[in-house]
């Protein structure tokens, strides 16, 4: 995640690509929308396949997609950014950008890195792998 909260933050500090989204948009669509937002290039022509809706422990819910894309560049993001008052209390509203880094990680990396609140995505990403396989 970028930002100065997270600037100097690597254990469980890094997310999915995620956002809200209203009613009448489809999730699928939406995740497709927030990956470009946040990426800065339109996510890969794949078959995506739900994960699942999970519940964060601030009560959001988000909708996970998964899809094999082994040409995607996760070091090619580009991000769009965010104003913020920094340092908070100063009055100076500074840019910074969504994301600031973004890569490929094995299983166990990832549950290291990944904000708790979305290790169920990855447990429903490796069930839904090992499905493939049988």
Known sequence: MGGPFWARK???????????FPED?????AA?????EEIGSPP??????????FKQPSG????????????????????????????????VIKDFPEIDDARWFEETVART???????????ALVRHLGEQLL
């Open 10 to 20: 690597d254990q469980h500090a890094w997310s999915i690509p995620k956002g809200e």
């Open 60 to 91: 959001k819910l988000i909708t996970a997609f998964a899809a094999e894309a082994p040409d995607f560049q996760p070091g090619k993001i580009v991000s769009n950014t965010f104003p913020m008052e920094w340092p908070k209390g100063s009055g």
């Open 113 to 123: 890195k990944l904000v708790k609140g979305q290790l169920p995505i990855v447990d």
């Open 44 to 53: 890969p022509t794949a078959d995506y396949e739900l994960l699942g809706v």
């Open 25 to 29: 948009e489809e999730p699928l669509a």
């Open 32 to 36: 497709k929308r927030e990956f470009t």
